[in-house]
């Protein structure tokens, strides 16, 4: 039997957790009520969903946020894959701040990158299609058009059996989503944000999951290795369910901040 679709396993893993749980809310046994931080568990989120409801909860400054254009794509497909999926998440960003302009200078980039893993054609009529609706601002049509090219693509890359590549388009996706929910929320600096510098429980071990699909020869990479090694650093940091310290978030702030740098600089 073949593996579900990575969205669709995160759903499962979300529903479950939450079922576990019983609710949508962790406390902590030992913690007073008075005190309690509550932990948002999402049972069925898109990026798109993700971010509407960390803007929810935090005073969340998109635009402040926005990063330069990454370098030209690299002859390594599984880093272009990863920055490709970095790019993704930021368009989930700009669509966030609102902003016509750069959602088309962040498109531009994400078809460099499509071309480069073989499937800017393919991708082309999304990219378009996105392009005008930003620039009519139908914001409403273009966040749907976004999630459903984030699926688009994955998918494409498993029919062409590039089962890591998906892998890792995906995984640069969510680890750039909790780059920026991280730095969000050390803007923030309050107590109550702290939780959700990882989203939920339930979305860290979602990334920790797909990292750990990887092929072999894959996880053998200098690159992977350091990846993943910053990974497990940051779920070590979480696996308390008590509330999170000033200094655990900013120890989390600087692996993700160290994996979005490991993703594009040339490796030796």
Not at 83 to 109: K, P, T, V, Y
Not at 184 to 193: D, F, K, P, T
Not at 251 to 261: G, V
Request: glycine content about 6%; some cysteine; aromatic content about 4%.
């Amino acid at each position: 039997m073949s593996a579900p679709p990575l969205s669709s396993r995160r759903t499962i893993c979300l529903v479950a957790l939450g079922l576990c749980l019983g609710g949508v809310t962790i406390w902590a046994d030992d913690q007073d009520p008075g005190e309690r931080v509550p932990s948002v568990i999402q049972a069925d989120q898109s990026p798109a969903d993700f971010l509407d409801s960390i803007g929810q909860r935090t005073k969340a400054r998109w635009r402040l946020q926005f990063r330069p254009p990454p370098p030209t794509p690299p002859t390594d497909r599984g880093r272009a894959a990863l920055i490709l999926g970095g790019l993704m998440a930021d368009s989930f960003l700009i669509w966030q701040a609102g902003d016509s302009q750069q959602f088309r200078n962040n498109n531009q980039e994400v078809l460099s990158y499509c071309r480069m893993l073989g499937l800017g054609e393919k991708l082309l009529p999304h990219l378009m299609a996105q392009g005008k609706m930003a620039e009519s601002n139908e914001w409403k049509e273009l966040r749907s058009e976004i999630v459903d090219s984030h699926q688009v693509l994955i998918r494409m890359l498993r029919e062409q059996r590039d089962d890591d590549l998906a892998v890792l388009t995906d995984l640069g996706l969510w680890l750039r989503l909790l780059d920026i929910v991280c730095t969000s929320v050390v803007e923030n600096g309050s107590v109550e944000a702290r939780p959700l510098c990882i989203g939920s429980p339930a979305v860290l071990q979602a990334v920790r999951d797909d990292f750990n699909r990887l092929g072999l020869p894959k996880h053998e990479e200098p690159m992977i290795k350091h990846i993943g090694a910053a990974i497990e650093e940051i779920s070590a940091l979480w696996r308390s369910l008590t509330p999170p310290t000033a200094e655990q978030v900013t120890k989390t702030h600087e692996k993700l901040k160290e994996i979005m740098q490991m993703m594009v600089e040339k490796q030796p």
